[in-house]
């Protein structure tokens, strides 16, 4: 256990040290069994050690590590989990460009590059709900149920599932990617993978 929470911990600073969330922003967790590990609430996210990840039962959702604060979001990360069995990892973040389109009624283009579409599909946007309710979890639980591995949360951030820490970091930073693509395409003209081309990559994910 203590080498996945170190696990844990290594992508968290890496998620920071990319630019992809701020000192306190952002959460990781990952399913070990009925157990979840969680990194916790107000550390600072480029610092943490295997010591500071908390454990929660996916089950009931007790804090089986009282002694630390539970992130914010536990809620809608143990929602995931239970809505979607595949997934081991989830990644939550504030992404600038990501961020950005969360906040707009523009889409990422996930077609730009082969990438993108091959690692998202097409990216939902999980409704607005305030930050750390049960309606943000039971919103992002819903499209996370559908089959979204790449999420916008409305008005909040990204979040990205993987069947393990690598698949679900690699999303979010290919989320950003593609959100930072498509803010730049605007600039100059591009072409979209085509059609045919599309379902080629979509055989390629089964």
């Not at 929470?5 to 969330?21: H, N, P, S, V, W």
């Not at 730049?184 to 979509?202: G, H, Q, T, V």
């Amino acid at each position: 256990m203590d080498a996945r929470k170190a696990e844990i911990a290594a992508f968290m600073k890496r998620t920071y040290d990319r630019g992809l969330t701020t000192a306190t922003g952002g959460n990781i967790s990952m399913r070990i069994g009925n157990v979840m590990l969680i990194t916790p609430s107000g550390k600072d996210k480029a610092s943490l050690a295997a010591e500071d990840i908390a454990e929660v039962s996916i089950l009931d959702g007790a804090n089986l590590t009282p002694d630390k604060r539970l992130s914010i979001e536990t809620g809608m990360h143990r929602a995931i989990y239970l809505a979607r069995p595949d997934v081991s990892a989830i990644v939550h973040s504030h992404p600038v460009y990501s961020s950005l389109f969360s906040a707009s009624d523009e889409a990422i283009d996930t077609c730009i590059i082969a990438e993108s579409y091959y690692l998202l599909g097409d990216v939902v946007k999980v409704p607005y709900a305030l930050m750390g309710t049960e309606k943000l979890a039971a919103n992002a639980a819903r499209c996370a149920a559908g089959g979204a591995d790449a999420m916008l949360l409305e008005n909040h951030g990204a979040i990205a599932l993987g069947r393990d820490l690598m698949s679900a970091f690699d999303r979010l930073e290919c989320l950003e990617q593609a959100a930072r693509l498509t803010f730049l395409s605007k600039m100059i003209r591009i072409n979209d993978i085509k059609e045919e081309d599309r379902a080629d990559i979509a055989r390629m994910r089964s």
